[in-house]
Structure formats: structure tokens, C-alpha cells
């Protein structure tokens, strides 16, 4: 699903940036996944990854991150929450607020509802 969505947004809106969380399994691992296989043909450059501090932010580390994504100038947020997912729950809000187009894609059906 995640690489269908990112193939879709090349589709819709030609070559982009991808930027995601840098985290070493789930969406963000899959998306890096997609970047080193068909990245050069959809990206024009290397992805922007924003990991979050855990040993300097603490328990803050994941939605101090999700601000600086937000704020990197996306122009589209895709998010693929598993259950209750606060994080990504955490990232969706902070796009709503920012006012950034965002797709929330469900497991389930493979389907997205824009938040």
C-alpha cells in the first residue's frame, strides 16, 4: 500500500520530495525502501530525513520530529496508522493545523480519506 500511495503521488503530481521519519522498521523503512530502488526516476534528489532525538528531546523526541516535518514545506502528508499509532496520529494532527493536504490510508481496504 505505502508503495502504491507513493507511486500515486508521482503520478499526480510529477517528481517530489520525500521526507519521512527515518524510523528503522514501518512506513518510514518501506518509504526509504522505495527511495533506493525507484528513487532517482520519481525524486530529484535524496530523500529528507527527520529522526527524531530520543537521547536529547526525551519522551518529546517523536512529536518535536513531527513538527520539524511539518514545517519542511510538505505540500501533501500521507500516513499509514496502525491501531493507535501515536505517532502518526501525533504528525496527522499537526499537518490538519498547518493546513497540509493529507491522506490517511487504511490497512484494511487500501483505501485513503483525506483528513
Known amino acids: ?19 519521512h521519519g527515518g524510523c528503522p522498521t514501518g512506513a518510514d523503512k518501506i518509504a526509504d525502501e522505495w527511495f533506493n530502488e525507484h528513487g532517482w526516476f520519481y525524486c530529484p534528489g535524496d530523500p529528507d530525513i527527520f529522526e527524531a532525538r ?8 517523536g512529536p518535536l520530529r513531527n513538527g520539524r516535518m511539518v514545517r519542511s514545506g510538505a505540500k501533501l ?20 493545523t498547518a493546513r497540509i493536504p493529507t491522506r ?7 483505501m485513503y480519506r483525506r483528513a
Open 77 to 96: 502528508g500521507l500516513a499509514f496508522p496502525l491501531g493507535d499509532s501515536r505517532g502518526t496520529w501525533d504528525c496527522v494532527r499537526k499537518l490538519r
Open 54 to 61: 530520543w537521547d536529547i528531546e526525551g519522551t518529546q523526541a
Open 1 to 19: 500500500m505505502i508503495v502504491s500511495a507513493l507511486n500515486d503521488v508521482y503520478t499526480h503530481y510529477g517528481k517530489f520530495v520525500l521526507v
Open 104 to 110: 490517511i490510508y487504511d490497512w484494511n481496504s487500501g
